[in-house]
């Protein structure tokens, strides 16, 4: 076998750690500053130094861009040498490469097994039983180091997480569980808590506020530190500092699907990985990975394994993701970082579900009027070609609002919805602003929402009552006045003041959690996400619902989840506008065909234990200042056009 001097004396490249970056001395091997490689290394953000033997980089992330540039040159043959401080780089990368490995192979043995390793957690309370469905996802985040939960809501998330928590801290592998999530979910983090370890909450701490910076020097009296995506993200390099740098963490972050920004300038993505490569352990936790498209796990995956890249940089995975077979490989390089408990696994420990209630409400004439009008609205401006695409699209995204709110009650029209940052109607006809004005009945809707709710009290039992717009919850506070109920949306804090002046969402959910005959009305903004109600309620009331498939999702498992009365069956009643003569659906009808369609295929493919869909969850039709996507944009219209053909169908009707 002959060898050629480049096998036998291999070129070198010397790479070396400056105090702002890396420089790359190419030596004699002048090659490497023309052609494709000069494009590859500009494509990796590096320069052409000023004596031009070489290249250069001002960059923090040392290691990362270490690792591109190794990758790159042994691929053509080139030998690396370099000082102590990158040969010891090297080094890591190499380690974390075999630890890798190894987690790969473990990963996928652990989901194969049809019967999981029960490893008990040593401090948890004689009280909690580990379901045999949990200890496949608790075995898998012990052995994997870094790994994913992607269950299904309701299933015990949280539950495996202070298992894994208690066995690694016993083990001195860590020692403070940081959790970085909704606000909403820290009373369930503290809660469950004090369920498993039988304690009080004094071991857990919330770093919110404007006093948390005090704290920065006590997180070692804390078993347990809860905060939220913003403060963390504010707060980066005092938590580095003061936390990750002084303590063993497991950092967890909850409802990781929030993260899912891929962009550059993803400012919470970034944040979160940045913080997740000083902690000892990475978890992430959500039960919708892929609330749109496979996008959105970027930033989540990079964030259990941000050294290795499993699933590259995001320039990187940009064009993977353009491949024809982006979905196969991309679930392949992941599969063994995940596990899910399924719908299926937790039959037999839920209630049964009734049979879903449906009432089909009448509008009310003058009710009936605007909303004809709005309709009319739409038919005329939709075959008349004034709009740019742009403003045709935000056009639809308000009328398909309006239209939701004209079913209801057209009395929240003129009022700021702050929990879906939309602005009070406004509109050039004349005609439309005198009947919304002078619009101020009780809507049959209502009126029938709390006769549902008066029933069910009556029986002494605990219900919510759903809603998509603040001044809904309003108007049901006052018509159910008698019965002090419980309101919740985005106006009320999370917690109460001082002086108990505002009683935030927590001490108003525990309220009603620990009385009967309890009315709770709420935006499913506000908590249809880290909420649990299952042991205080077993009714829903629907007033209304949009389009938003994963909102409506959550908030059914608000009430029908693990540790449910078995014996206790649950009831979900909705309510849907018709017209007056011979029962013509609304725009509620279609959200129901559209809901119940979304739902039944999330359902199928979160039965999957093995394979990731993209769930398209996110079909709000809700004006969304600067924070729509193209994908989101694209729902919305694909939304429209099944309303525009229901107006279209009730112009053939004389409807409108």
């Not at 993701?321 to 979905?327: G, I, K, P, Q």
Request: proline share 4%.
């Amino acid at each position: 076998m002959s060898h050629s001097l480049k096998d036998i004396f291999p070129p070198k490249v010397k790479i070396t750690k400056t105090q702002d970056g890396l420089e790359i001395d190419v030596q004699e091997n002048k090659e490497l500053l023309e052609g494709d490689h000069e494009i590859t290394f500009n494509l990796m953000n590096f320069e052409i130094n000023q004596s031009g033997n070489g290249y250069y980089i001002i960059t923090k992330n040392y290691d990362e861009k270490i690792k591109h540039v190794i990758d790159y040159l042994t691929k053509f043959g080139y030998e690396i040498y370099s000082d102590s401080t990158i040969s010891q780089t090297i080094q890591n990368i190499e380690n974390r490469e075999e630890i890798l490995e190894e987690a790969k192979k473990i990963g996928i043995q652990i989901k194969k097994q049809k019967h999981p390793v029960g490893i008990y957690p040593p401090h948890f309370s004689s009280n909690i039983k580990i379901k045999p469905y949990q200890f496949k996802p608790i075995q898998h985040m012990l052995e994997i180091g870094n790994a994913a939960n992607f269950s299904v809501p309701g299933s015990g998330k949280t539950l495996m997480t202070y298992a894994v928590y208690d066995i690694l801290k016993s083990k001195g592998l860590v020692d403070v569980l940081f959790v970085v999530g909704p606000i909403s979910s820290f009373g369930p983090w503290q809660e469950e808590y004090q369920l498993c370890f039988n304690a009080t909450e004094t071991n857990v701490l919330r770093y919110i506020g404007p006093t948390r910076l005090n704290h920065l020097k006590n997180f070692g009296n804390y078993d347990v530190i809860l905060t939220s995506y913003g403060t963390a993200t504010n707060d980066l390099q005092d938590l580095i500092r003061d936390l990750m740098n002084s303590h063993k963490v497991m950092m967890v972050i909850d409802e990781s699907h929030h993260i899912k920004r891929f962009s550059e300038n993803a400012t919470f993505a970034n944040a979160m990985i940045d913080l997740g490569k000083n902690a000892k352990r990475r978890y992430i936790l959500t039960g919708t990975p892929l609330p749109r498209d496979f996008e959105d796990l970027w930033s989540q995956i990079t964030f259990l394994w941000p050294y290795n890249r499993i699933l590259g940089s995001r320039t990187a995975y940009r064009g993977l993701l353009e491949r024809f077979d982006a979905s196969s490989e991309i679930t392949q390089r992941i599969n063994f970082l995940w596990t899910r408990v399924t719908n299926n696994h937790l039959k037999s420990d839920l209630p049964k579900i009734l049979s879903p209630k449906t009432d089909y409400i009448q509008m009310s004439e003058h009710q009936e009027e605007i909303y004809r009008a709005l309709e009319n609205d739409i038919w005329n401006i939709e075959n008349k070609e004034i709009f740019e695409e742009h403003e045709r699209s935000t056009y639809r995204q308000n009328k398909v609002l309006r239209l939701l709110q004209a079913s209801t009650n057209p009395g929240v029209m003129f009022f700021r919805d702050p929990d879906l940052d939309l602005d009070a109607f406004h509109t050039e006809n004349t005609n439309l602003i005198s009947l919304i004005e002078s619009y101020d009945e009780t809507p049959p809707k209502l009126k029938r929402t709390a006769e549902i709710a008066r029933n069910i009290v009556a029986k002494n039992k605990n219900v919510v009552i759903w809603t998509v717009f603040v001044k809904n919850v309003k108007h049901l506070f006052k018509i159910l006045s008698d019965l002090n109920p419980i309101e919740i949306s985005g106006e009320v804090p999370t917690e109460s003041d001082d002086d108990k002046e505002i009683v935030g969402r927590e001490e108003r959910i525990n309220y009603f959690k620990n009385h009967t005959g309890n009315v709770l009305i709420a935006t499913m903004g506000s908590i249809a996400e880290s909420v649990s109600l299952h042991k205080a309620c077993q009714y829903s009331i629907y007033l209304e619902r949009s389009f938003n498939a994963g909102q409506y999702m959550q908030s059914l498992s608000r009430i029908y989840r693990i540790g449910s009365d078995k014996n206790k069956p649950i009831q979900f009643h909705f309510l849907q506008s018709i017209f007056r003569d011979n029962h013509t659906d609304t725009i509620d009808g279609k959200i129901d065909i559209i809901l119940k369609e979304r739902i039944k295929k999330l359902y199928t493919l979160l039965q999957d234990e093995f394979k990731l869909h993209p769930l398209s969850l996110e079909t709000s039709s809700y004006k969304l200042r600067d924070r729509r996507t193209s994908v989101e944009d694209e729902e919305s219209n694909l939304i429209f056009k099944k309303v525009r053909a229901m107006v279209e169908e009730h112009k053939k009707k004389n409807k409108i």
